[in-house]
């Protein structure tokens, strides 16, 4: 079995779905292997416009496969340190592609497998997911990047109950408290995701892959953000898709813009 399915849209949408359903989509060695390799050919393909993540069946992601630990008590500390760091950095290497992505939170999103989803650009929920950091009631210090997500996400407060209590929120709470950008009904998620990603995907590439190299940086002040437009913004003024964007604007038709 394909434990990833990658499905490419004519549009520049492409859909990864986490495909373990009957394991709740645990992130196994298998699933990790296949991940590394559709993140690089992600990274250069130039057709793809957005990314959209979500999982088979009736879960997200449980998160880490956890079948191995107990076989691993003897390991030492250095090589297990080598181990989770290759596994985090496999799983993270979504938050360098330059193109957005998007989580669709279907169902359960647990541990590792809510990093992920946090590690995304955008994240969408289903009303009745169920989002949880239960690192620390498996003997688990949290992992996956979670003590730097959760917090730059929800906030410090929110952060500190669900990793330390245990707390598990709904897909519409964790809206409703800005975990997420928004929930849907179950039914309507994936139609709403992919409506979202095509807006996306209609925009100008190059455009969009700027802004969000900008949103990543996180800009320190005023005058660093300043600097970065003063030379992103002209790359754009430059480009073809300008021109085509501003004759779209006067015709009152849809632009089509071809990335140059």
């Not at 057709?47 to 008590?73: K, M, N, P, Q, Y």
């Not at 996400?153 to 245990?166: D, F, I, K, W």
């Not at 953000?225 to 480009?239: D, F, I, N």
Request: net charge negative.
């Amino acid at each position: 079995m394909n434990e990833l399915l990658v499905d490419r849209e004519g549009d520049g949408v492409v859909f990864i779905t986490l495909n373990v359903p009957d394991r709740r989509n645990a992130m196994t060695d298998a699933m990790t292997a296949r991940w590394r390799e559709t993140m690089s050919d992600l990274a250069a393909d130039r057709d793809a416009r957005c990314l959209v993540v979500t999982g088979a069946g009736t879960a997200f992601s449980s998160g880490g496969d956890l079948s191995w630990i107990g076989e691993r008590g003897t390991e030492a500390v250095p090589r297990l340190r080598d181990r989770m760091l290759a596994f985090y950095r496999t799983w993270l290497m979504i938050t360098e592609l330059e193109i957005p992505t998007i989580a669709a939170v279907n169902g359960p999103a647990v541990g590792a497998g809510l990093c992920v989803a946090l590690a995304c650009d955008l994240v969408y929920a289903a009303d009745d997911a169920r989002l949880l950091a239960p690192f620390t009631s498996l003997g688990l210090h949290p992992g996956m990047a979670a003590t730097y997500l959760l917090p730059r996400r929800a906030g410090a407060g929110l952060a500190r109950e669900m990793l330390l209590t245990g707390r598990t929120l709904s897909g519409a709470e964790a809206a409703d408290k800005g975990l997420v950008n928004q929930a849907f009904p179950n039914n309507d998620l994936l139609s709403e995701v992919r409506a979202i990603a095509g807006k996306i995907a209609q925009n100008a590439p190059i455009a969009t892959r700027l802004t969000k190299v900008a949103l990543n940086q996180d800009h320190q002040d005023l005058e660093a953000a300043l600097r970065w437009e003063s030379l992103a913004q002209p790359v754009t003024m430059a480009s073809s898709d300008l021109l085509e964007g501003l004759a779209a604007h006067r015709e009152r038709r849809l632009p089509k813009f071809t990335g140059s």
